[in-house]
């Protein structure tokens, strides 16, 4: 706050507090076994590596046993996101006791790209949630960033704005939730009280006027000239005006803290509302959202300027009401929020089917994983529902001096400058050139250079000194849209797991950048996920080597009477159990369980795959891997299929031929091996030398189901193409022919 912290303040009860996850000695010892476990595969390796004189099985035991290795040291690091898992519990009732009258500002970023992608109506969706908050409106400042220039997002956010004044004070006065009207209305009214049902009536239909019109003006293309006479912001565009060419455009839509200013229908203010595309031109860079976050945080410096920054993704539109006054538990606590940078939520969905067939939303991640980084002070800012604090945003380090946050107005702050000076002060921050020779990109704002800007962004922050918290309320506070199709869930991973790479073998490696500066488990922790790609090979090998090697009859893992199977049959068994119990308390479902590990093994072997090649081309200054998506299709056919939890293939994509091909190798080994080492030889067959192979290729089989209904028996638009079944058995019958040696 403006006064700074006495004694008597430290001893105030907490605003949050951090709880230890029960049981995590129990789950240490739990480690240790299975550890013991995988140094016992390894050593079965290394004693039992085929000798000078075997006839074939080198190559193939060595490419398993380094596989194992990898698969090992991967473990390992994945237990440093459980080994010390905490929990955030803040209390809403102490900040309002303590600091009602005092609370800051607090600017909310949502970034948009493109109105085909990124419908208009969505967004407002998501402007129209955050704008209703339970917080003092003229302490709120909204503002959409559009890098696509588009005239219909503008207009969108202009019908938005008038509509807000008798939205917020309508869900405001009748405690509605979800505050974002598209997802308020799709649903059955939740009211037979009569003044509420009239009252509702008149508001759904200002929605559905607005949603007409919007529409309309997106399916012509362009904006009447009637419309764009109600509005001066309209005056910007000309037929000069192209989405990557063209001038800095900012709009004051709402002053929220101008007393003069707009008021709702009841009489009360409304946040502040700013539209901004900041300037493109061809031959500079534009660093994409980071570029667009940068533009927003000096923008919203020169209008507003709040110490607490939101940002959203533009389909992400808030849930909570109460989430401001949640995160300001974390940032205004006496004791710790001093050193708190941001606050990061978990990027929840709106549309995931009971079992989460694309496994969208890993329950298990969310729970247990991001919470046990967030015990080594390494939470992850993923570029969406986080809140930050402005400061940490601009590269300063970390210092326990004056760290106060202030509660200040706009009007206080801006000494009443008008709506058309700031407009043409922000333009000036919002042009291209103006982060030439600056230090913008490097150690101010997001950093450029890698596709996942956010979580480069996010380590940097970490190894200046700043504590990020991750808070996983019970009541989700921001719902988005996850992928309905398969190929964009796989295309999406792609791009997340190629930059995280990028990150891993550059200067910001954690192992280099946070050396000395995070904790070692943080360290560990980022790899899970840096290190997507490169873990993708010796998934590829599991998939394969056992499976032609049973064609081949080469045994790859001892006896079941051996008791070097024992190590085996232990840490698979361990493991697959600790993950399903993991799934389970985290509320997921069985089936849950199982449409992620399909999941985990098609992105392991398509998305992450192709990343790994994508890195690789790029460091030989190669061409990329393409993969041509279609935009968000919303067709009946394609919404019950998912609904059903059908997985919708349809295209012809060279990452669903990797796909049919595993399913076909192992189908054909394992029918194979169980004729052979079965069916003909009986129970000494069953206790062989082959029964860990047969295992592997049954396990395969059976997560790839739906592929083998896909192939051969559907027969609607999602199912994939005869193209890719034909390339498949071509593959598959070339691969049956290379010897394993």
Known sequence: ?????????????????????????????????????????????????????????????????????????????????????????????????RYEEELPLVDVFVCTADPTLEPPLL?????????????TPEKLGIYLSDDGCSELTFYALVEASEFAKRWIPFVKKHNVEPRAPRVYFSRKIDSD????????????????????????????????????DKHKGFLEWNSNITKNDHHSIVQILINGWDPQGIFDADGNRLPTLVYLSREKRRGWQHNFKAGSMNALIRVSSEITNAPIILNLDCDMYSNDPDAIRDALCFFLDENQGQQISYVQYPQRFSNITKNDIYANEPRATFQIELAGLDGFGATLYIGTGCFHRRESLSGKKFSYEDRTIESNSVRETKKIRSVEELELASKILANCSYEKDTLWGKEMGLVYGYPVEDIVTGLTIQCRGWKPVYYNPTKHAFLGIAPTTLDVALVQFKRWSEGLFQIFFSEHCPFIHGCGKIKLG???????????????????????VPALCLLHDVPLFPKVSSLWFVPFAYVFAARTVC????????????????????????????????????????????????????????????????????????????????????????????????????????????????????????????????????????????????????????ITSLACLIPMY
């Not at 039992?48 to 004189?53: D, G, I, L, Q, T």
Request: hydrophobic share 45%; glycine share 6%; net charge neutral.
């Open 1 to 97: 706050m403006a006064r700074n912290h006495d004694r008597e303040d430290l001893l105030l009860p907490p605003l949050f507090e951090t709880s230890t996850a029960k049981h995590r000695g129990a789950y240490k010892i739990f480690c240790f076994t299975i550890f013991v476990g995988v140094i016992s595969i390894w050593l079965y390796r290394f004693i039992h590596f085929p000798s000078a004189a075997a006839a074939a099985g080198k190559s193939t035991w060595l490419t398993i046993s380094a596989a194992e290795v990898l698969f090992g040291l991967y473990w390992i690091f994945t237990q440093a996101a459980r080994l010390n898992v905490v929990y955030r519990f803040p209390f809403k009732h102490r900040l309002s006791q």
């Open 193 to 228: 009280e009569p003044d509420f049902v009239h009252e509702w009536t008149i508001v759904k239909d200002m929605y559905e006027d607005m949603k007409s019109r919007i529409d309309s003006s997106v399916a012509n293309g362009f904006i009447t000239d009637e419309i764009k």
């Open 522 to 544: 943080a360290q560990m922790g980022y790899c899970i996920y840096l290190l997507w790609a490169p873990f993708s090979l010796p998934i590829l090998a599991y998939v394969f």
């Open 579 to 730: 993950s399903l119990i993991e799934d389970l308390i985290s509320g997921s479902t069985v089936k849950g369980w199982w449409n992620l590990q399909r999941m985990w093994l098609i992105r392991r072997t398509t998305s992450y795959f192709f990343a790994l090649i994508d890195t690789i081309y790029k460091k030989l200054g190669l061409s990329e891997t393409s993969f041509v998506l279609t935009g968000k299709v919303s067709d009946e056919d394609l919404r019950t299929r998912y609904e059903d939890e059908i997985i919708e293939f349809g295209s012809s994509s060279v990452m669903y031929v990797i796909i049919a091909t595993i399913a076909i190798v192992n189908l054909l080994s394992l029918v194979y091996g169980v004729f052979k080492n079965v069916i003909f030889s009986g129970f000494n067959g069953l206790i062989g030398v082959f029964t860990g192979q047969m295992i592997v290729c049954g396990i395969i089989v059976s997560l790839n189901l739906p592929v083998y209904e896909a192939l051969l028996m559907r027969r609607d638009k999602g199912s994939i193409p005869s193209s890719v079944l034909v390339k498949s058995l071509v």
């Open 123 to 135: 967004v407002i969706d998501t402007i129209l949630s955050v704008m209703s908050y339970n917080y």
